[in-house]
Antibody, heavy 120, light 107 residues
Framework: EVQLVQSGAEVKKPGESLKISCQGS????????IGWVRQMPGKGLEWMGIIYPGDSDTRYSPSLQGQVTISADKSISTAYLQWSSLKASDTAMYYC?????????????WGQGTLVTVSS | EIVMTQSPATLSVSPGERATLSCRPS??????LAWYQQIPGQAPRLLIY???TRATGIPARFSGSGSGTEFTLTISSLQSEDFAVYYCQQYNNWPFTFGQGTKLEIK
C-alpha cells in the first residue's frame, strides 16, 4: 500500500526557517515524482512544485519560485519542503502528493497534510 | 499559466437529486483533467481522471465528461457523504492548476 506520511504541525515566527518532510513507502521512491500542494486557510489548492527523486529534477510554480526549496533524500525515501525565512502568508496546510503515472498525470496519492502556522 | 474556472461557487442540492459541476480551462487541456473531492478536515481524494475515468473505488454515481476547454462532473443521486468541496485540476501544462472549487451543500 502506497503511503505518504508527513511531519507534524509547526508553529513558527516570521523570519524563522523551516523544513517539513514527507516519507514515501509501499513503492519505489526514486521512480515517481513527488510534489507539494498548498492550501491557505479557507482557500483552494495550489501546486507549489514537484521533484523526481531519481535525478532530483525539480520544477517550481513560477509564482513560488525562489520562495521555497524542494529536495529529496533517496536513502530514506523522504521529500522536503523548505523555507529560509517564513512570512505570515506562509500559514497554510501543505500536502505532499504523488502522481503514480508520472509527471503530467493525476494526483493519486496524498499525504495527511502538515499545518504550518506563522505568527509573531 | 492555465486558469481553471469552476462554476457555480456553491451548489445547493437535495439528497437523491443530481448535481452538475462545471470546469472551464483558459486554454485547451485535451483530456488531461481530474476532479477531486475534499471533505472538511481531510486531504483531497481523486475521483475522476482523463476527464471521464473513475479512480479506483469511486462509485458509479460519479461521472465526468468533456474535453478541451469545457468539462463537467455529474453526481447522479447525491448521498449524504457527497456534500463536500470539489476541485478540477489540469495536468496538461506545468504548473498544474486547480479551479477555485465548488462547494456542494445540502438544500
Amino acid at each position: 500500500e502506497v503511503q505518504l506520511v508527513q511531519s507534524g504541525a509547526e508553529v513558527k515566527k516570521p523570519g524563522e526557517s523551516l523544513k517539513i518532510s514527507c516519507q514515501g513507502s509501499g513503492y519505489i521512491f526514486i521512480s515517481y515524482w513527488i510534489g507539494w500542494v498548498r492550501q491557505m486557510p479557507g482557500k483552494g489548492l495550489e501546486w507549489m512544485g514537484i521533484i523526481y527523486p531519481g535525478d532530483s529534477d525539480t520544477r517550481y510554480s513560477p509564482s513560488l519560485q525562489g520562495q521555497v526549496t524542494i529536495s529529496a533524500d533517496k536513502s530514506i525515501s523522504t521529500a522536503y519542503l523548505q523555507w529560509s525565512s517564513l512570512k505570515a502568508s506562509d500559514t497554510a496546510m501543505y500536502y505532499c502528493v504523488s502522481p503514480k503515472g508520472g509527471f503530467g498525470s493525476p494526483t493519486d496519492y496524498w499525504g495527511q497534510g502538515t499545518l504550518v502556522t506563522v505568527s509573531s | 499559466e492555465i486558469v481553471m474556472t469552476q462554476s457555480p461557487a456553491t451548489l445547493s442540492v437535495s439528497p437523491g437529486e443530481r448535481a452538475t459541476l462545471s470546469c472551464r480551462p483558459s486554454q485547451s487541456v485535451s483530456s488531461n483533467l481530474a476532479w477531486y473531492q475534499q471533505i472538511p478536515g481531510q486531504a483531497p481524494r481523486l475521483l475522476i481522471y482523463g476527464a471521464s475515468t473513475r479512480a479506483t473505488g469511486i462509485p458509479a454515481r460519479f461521472s465526468g465528461s468533456g474535453s478541451g476547454t469545457e468539462f463537467t462532473l455529474t453526481i447522479s443521486s447525491l448521498q449524504s457523504e457527497d456534500f463536500a468541496v470539489y476541485y478540477c485540476q489540469q495536468y496538461n501544462n506545468w504548473p498544474f492548476t486547480f479551479g477555485q472549487g465548488t462547494k456542494l451543500e445540502i438544500k
